[in-house]
């Protein structure tokens, strides 16, 4: 079974900061899908930015970015311009290429941003 | 598109009593998801659906759980008899079909059983 990692349960960054946010994952597979999740205290949760594991070039959506390190198995994510809006709690999470349609979650890593 | 719509928003429910999440997804979307967020165990997908067929329910927790979806724009999740331990915030969750597609989820319910 896939497993998603996240060893920071807490970050905080100076506002206009930059902030990286780790995850490493295991699985066997070699087609899969890899998301960066925001969940503000609204409890919504939002897609940040995704990963096709057959891509070689990191995702970028404007201030946000991984590091796709696939034979590492790590998944990074930075947040570059640190802003107030960016304090949430931040979710790494896998779905395989295949049949199986689920998501796999990390734990989850709460960012705070310091004005 | 109004986007995923779950109800009730919050819930607080005496144990032993049934309670019924809902879900309405998101129009043109084949697969819905149940997914229960806590402190303990994280998000954790409960049960999902292709095409309203139940196709991997393994991490529903026990029989007091069940989830219908008697068509492509409502899902319930209910949980009869409730217990403390069910207190959690429960996401609905749909996405198009196709590998390259995203799940958007609603925005929870909270429900809290004493």
Known sequence: AQTVTQSQPEMSVQEAETVTLSCTYDTSESDYYLFWYKQPPSRQMILVIRQEAYKQQNATENRFSVNFQKAAKSFSLKISDSQLGDAAMYFCAYRSGGGAQKLVFGQGTRLTINP | ?114
């Not at chain 2, 998101?26 to 402190?39: A, D, P, V």
């Not at chain 2, 529903?60 to 209910?78: I, Y």
Request: proline share 6%; net charge neutral.
């Open chain 2, 1 to 114: 598109d109004a986007g995923v719509i779950q109800s009730p928003r919050h819930e607080v429910t005496e144990m032993g009593q049934e309670v019924t999440l809902r879900c309405k997804p998101i129009s043109g979307h084949n697969s819905l998801f149940w997914y229960r967020q806590t402190m303990m165990r994280g998000l954790e997908l409960l049960i999902y659906f292709n095409n309203n067929v139940p196709i991997d329910d393994s991490g529903m927790p026990e029989d007091r759980f069940s989830a219908k979806m008697p068509n492509a724009s409502f899902s319930t999740l209910k949980i009869q008899p409730s217990e403390p331990r069910d207190s959690a915030v429960y996401f609905c969750a749909s996405r198009a079909q196709g590998l390259n597609t995203e799940a958007f989820f609603g925005q929870g319910t909270r429900l809290t059983v004493v």
